[in-house]
């Protein structure tokens, strides 16, 4: 067993400790990688998965609902923590429910239960997605920015490789090898980007950053078993949603921060404190489900 937990983790957090020197070398430019690859490969990894690899059989009803009941619960149960610890809302409660489901949720599904897992874990990250530039803009911002969700590359990615899924359609053979090779390069690109932020570790607020990482595993795994209970769902369905509960902070939060002025320092010591953290949850949790 901690044979399989080293054959998962180890591959993912070395490609995390190679973008960390990286970023130590090279501080700046991270900016730049992050948006090619939200705009440039993430959207053909979305697409090529959805219109191409989701078997017809898939029950999507759980899995929609299960991921939207962790996010949204995990901001439930965050809210009244903020609230009696006196620390910042908008600091707090995002980053328990939006977590890192594209930087580790993905590849770590994808290591962990193979290419029959992988619709699910893309299932999963459209729905927090679609949540975070939804709800998670709402608590920082205080106001809804639907143009977000309708020019985000990820999204139009998303519907139309939904509309082709739903449609029966395939994209050209010529272009398939083409989509797939851009696919290929996001997540460990991802992995890189995750490990160049972790550089910006700041310990000023580190008893926010402390609780804040505690708090969204600890909220998202309570979530996702109440979620597996209440909807009975199958045991590789209920694996991912646990492996999605237990990752840490997105590193989106802190970029939502920066743009509203919500507690970008606060957020920027939760994210890295608790993808540190990470370190030691997430091969805890893989002994656990695997």
């Not at 705009?39 to 697409?47: A, K, M, Q, R, Y």
């Not at 609780?211 to 979530?223: M, Q, S």
């Amino acid at each position: 067993m901690i044979t399989a937990v080293l054959g998962v983790t180890v591959p993912i957090f070395l490609i995390v400790a190679v973008g960390y020197g990286y970023g130590r070398v090279h501080p700046d430019g991270i900016e730049f990688v992050n948006r090619i690859n939200l705009t440039l490969f993430i959207p053909p990894l979305l697409f090529f998965v959805l219109s191409e690899k989701i078997p017809a059989d898939l029950e999507w009803g759980g899995i929609v609902i299960g991921a939207a009941m962790v996010v949204l619960g995990s901001g439930l149960l965050a809210w009244p923590v903020a609230r009696g610890l006196k620390l910042p809302v908008k600091a707090l409660v995002p980053t328990a429910m939006m977590n890192n489901c594209g930087n580790l949720g993905l590849p770590l599904t994808l290591l962990a239960f193979g290419e029959t897992a992988l619709p699910l874990a893309v299932v999963t990250f459209v729905v927090y997605v679609a949540l975070h530039f939804t709800v998670g803009i709402w608590l920082v911002r205080g106001r809804l920015d639907l143009s977000l969700l309708v020019k985000n590359p990820i999204v139009i990615a998303t519907a139309l490789g939904f509309g082709f899924y739903l449609a029966g359609l395939h994209a050209p053979a010529m272009m398939l090898p083409g989509i797939e090779m851009l696919s290929d390069v996001a997540i460990p690109l991802m992995l890189v980007a995750l490990g160049v932020r972790l550089t910006d570790v700041d310990l000023t607020h580190w008893r926010i950053g402390l609780i804040g990482a505690a708090l969204a595993p600890a909220t998202g795994i309570v979530c996702a078993g109440a979620a597996i209970w209440l909807l009975a769902l199958d045991p590789l369905t209920a694996k991912v949603l646990i492996l999605f509960g237990a990752l840490p902070p997105a590193v989106m939060n802190y970029l939502l921060a920066e743009r509203y002025d919500a507690c970008p320092a606060e957020v920027a010591t939760i994210v890295g404190f608790g993808n540190l953290a990470a370190l030691a949850v997430i091969p805890a949790v893989l002994l656990f489900i695997l």
